[in-house]
């Protein structure tokens, strides 16, 4: 075996601990998609720090993720959508664990409401503040830092109904077609040495999906090339490839993981 070829078998093996030495910050880490991500980031070596709205619940996952894996793991309090609570958020998980280099971008919410014209302004304004105004204020605040350290990673959770939008999820779907935009803008202001993208997230079995009527998903899943909707642990494999050295030249992306649904007719 030539020395070119045994450097690229080792080059291909899998690292166990890809994230050993960085340090992680994740929105809406305490539950559904982003609670996987965290307790993945962790599993793979990173310290990392569990922001949502209920700190109790961010207590509640850090102190079991550190017990299991070793790495340290802070718990914040923080609501995205208020511009000063970001500001003091990224503030507070640099001094408690060190500079992010990997920035996850989950929180955001998805309110109902009985008919577009009974959207309100306090609805709207909301479902806004928290998918678009707190990524866009976190990614500038922690991309600029990045950029000055040499690099680093932000990865944003999207939607795949921000390509599918329906009446029932205008507001949210049109905040998540925001959210990719502002992929590809910092993408450009903040490369070469920091990359974003973005994970187009498809239905998935999590708290929200509860108040979903599972006769009509089943019917609507038929119609999609997996046919069921996703189990939580199954967004890990896309954000680690994301956040970690092998999508080195991926950058300003958005990557659809929802079984098929945006390939569906």
Same mark, same amino acid.
């Given at each position: 075996?030539?020395?070119?070829?045994?450097?690229?078998?080792?080059?291909?093996?899998?690292? %166990?601990?890809?994230?050993?030495?960085?340090?992680?910050?994740?929105?809406?880490?305490?539950?559904?998609?982003?609670?996987?991500?965290?307790?993945?980031?962790?599993?793979?070596?990173?310290?990392?720090?569990?922001?949502?709205?209920?700190?109790?619940?961010?207590?509640?996952?850090?102190?079991?993720?550190?017990?299991?894996?070793?790495?340290?793991?802070?718990?914040?309090?923080?609501?995205?959508?208020?511009?000063?609570?970001?500001?003091?958020?990224?503030?507070?998980?640099?001094?408690?664990?060190?500079?992010?280099?990997?920035?996850?971008?989950?929180?955001?919410?998805?309110?109902?409401?009985?008919?577009?014209?009974?959207?309100?302004?306090?609805? #709207?304004?909301?479902?806004?503040?928290?998918?678009?105004?707190?990524? #866009?204020?976190?990614?500038?605040?922690?991309?600029?830092?990045?950029?000055?350290?040499?690099?680093?990673?932000?990865?944003?959770?999207?939607?795949?109904?921000?390509?599918?939008?329906?009446?029932?999820?205008? %507001?949210?779907?049109?905040?998540?077609?925001?959210?990719?935009?502002?992929?590809?803008? #910092?993408?450009?202001?903040?490369?070469?040495?920091?990359?974003?993208?973005?994970?187009?997230?498809?239905? #998935?079995?999590?708290?929200?999906?509860?108040?979903?009527?599972?006769?009509?998903?089943?019917?609507?899943?038929?119609?999609? %090339?997996?046919?069921?909707?996703?189990?939580?642990?199954?967004?890990?494999?896309?954000?680690?490839?994301?956040?970690?050295?092998?999508?080195?030249?991926?950058?300003?992306?958005?990557?659809?993981?929802?079984?098929?649904?945006?390939?569906?007719?």
């Amino acid at each position: 075996m030539t020395a070119s070829v045994e450097a690229a078998v080792a080059a291909a093996r899998p690292d %166990p601990q890809p994230f050993a030495g960085r340090t992680a910050l994740v929105t809406g880490g305490s539950r559904g998609l982003g609670r996987e991500i965290a307790i993945a980031l962790a599993a793979a070596g990173a310290d990392v720090a569990i922001a949502s709205r209920k700190k109790e619940a961010c207590v509640e996952l850090a102190t079991e993720l550190a017990a299991a894996t070793g790495r340290r793991v802070s718990a914040h309090a923080a609501h995205v959508g208020h511009w000063d609570e970001v500001d003091r958020l990224l503030d507070e998980v640099e001094a408690e664990l060190g500079p992010v280099d990997v920035l996850v971008n989950n929180a955001g919410i998805a309110p109902t409401y009985p008919s577009l014209e009974k959207v309100s302004e306090e609805l #709207f304004d909301k479902v806004f503040a928290v998918n678009v105004k707190g990524p #866009f204020r976190l990614t500038a605040l922690a991309g600029a830092r990045m950029v000055q350290r040499g690099g680093g990673v932000v990865l944003n959770i999207s939607s795949m109904g921000s390509g599918r939008p329906t009446a029932g999820d205008l %507001p949210y779907t049109a905040a998540k077609s925001a959210l990719n935009t502002l992929t590809a803008g #910092f993408a450009q202001e903040y490369g070469p040495s920091v990359r974003v993208n973005t994970i187009l997230a498809g239905p #998935f079995a999590t708290d929200i999906s509860r108040s979903w009527d599972p006769d009509a998903v089943a019917r609507m899943a038929q119609d999609w %090339p997996l046919q069921r909707v996703g189990e939580p642990a199954e967004i890990v494999g896309a954000a680690l490839h994301l956040c970690g050295p092998g999508a080195s030249y991926t950058t300003g992306a958005l990557l659809a993981v929802d079984g098929g649904r945006l390939a569906a007719p």
